[in-house]
T-cell receptor, first 117, second 112 residues
Framework: GAVVSQHPSRVICKSGTSVKIECRSLDFQATTMFWYRQFPKQSLMLMATSNEGSKATYEQGVEKDKFLINHASLTLSTLTVTSAHPEDSSFYIC?????????????FGPGTRLTVL | AQSVTQLGSHVSVSEGALVLLRCNYSSSVPPYLFWYVQYPNQGLQLLLKYTTGATLVKGINGFEAEFKKSETSFHLTKPSAHMSDAAEYFCAVSATGNQFYFGTGTSLTVIP
């Protein structure tokens, strides 16, 4: 099956620093990728839709200046958490959309655990 | 607009017993429906999906789900639970197969 990777898998940073998380589709090209965050024992919340070559579309309530998304190529999207604070600590998961037959299927990365001290 | 409700945030079954995880959806258009499983500190793995056609969908690891339009449901079942099935399960709905909306998840515990 399709593989999506994320790097890093875990990151700990000091408050006020910025953290970049990469999402790669390893064996297919993805024109669309998605970023989710998941708080402990809660569901995934869609943060934004990342489109290759254009600006990301953010869900309501998500600060686009804080969560910078760049979809530089058909296999790479990055999420940068700027000036991170402890409340940004969460599990961030990306997914890549791949056309399978007549429908799109989402393939999820393994997630990145961000801890802000 | 799409949304998903998963009844029961925690389900416990004995090993070998039937697994039933409930999912009801709301969608203004014919939905695509998905079940994902998540193990601790890992991403989501697709169990099965319904797009069109046969309403009984078979997935990996012996799971299956039936799309019932009249009941707006997409419940997940497995005839015989295994210890390795213990995980968090998420139901998701999508109008296009792109933007997904997830339920709050059901934690499955399998009792030996």
């Amino acid at each position: 099956g399709a593989v999506v990777s994320q790097h890093p898998s875990r990151v700990i940073c000091k408050s006020g620093t910025s953290v970049k998380i990469e999402c790669r589709s390893l064996d297919f090209q993805a024109t669309t990728m998605f970023w989710y965050r998941q708080f402990p024992k809660q569901s995934l919340m869609l943060m934004a839709t990342s489109n290759e070559g254009s600006k990301a579309t953010y869900e309501q309530g998500v600060e686009k200046d804080k969560f910078l998304i760049n979809h530089a190529s058909l296999t790479l999207s990055t999420l940068t958490v700027t000036s991170a604070h402890p409340e940004d600590s969460s599990f961030y998961i990306c997914s890549a959309s791949r056309l399978a037959g007549a429908t799109n299927t989402q393939y999820f990365g393994p997630g990145t655990r961000l801890t802000v001290l | 607009a799409q949304s998903v409700t998963q009844l029961g945030s925690h389900v416990s079954v004995s090993e070998g017993a039937l697994v039933l995880l409930r999912c009801n959806y709301s969608s203004s258009v014919p939905p695509y429906l998905f079940w994902y499983v998540q193990y601790p500190n890992q991403g989501l793995q697709l169990l099965l999906k319904y797009t069109t056609g046969a309403t009984l969908v078979k997935g990996i690891n012996g799971f299956e789900a039936e799309f019932k339009k009249s009941e707006t449901s997409f419940h997940l079942t497995k005839p015989s639970a295994h210890m390795s099935d213990a995980a968090e399960y998420f139901c998701a709905v999508s109008a296009t197969g792109n933007q997904f909306y997830f339920g709050t998840g059901t934690s499955l515990t399998v009792i030996p």
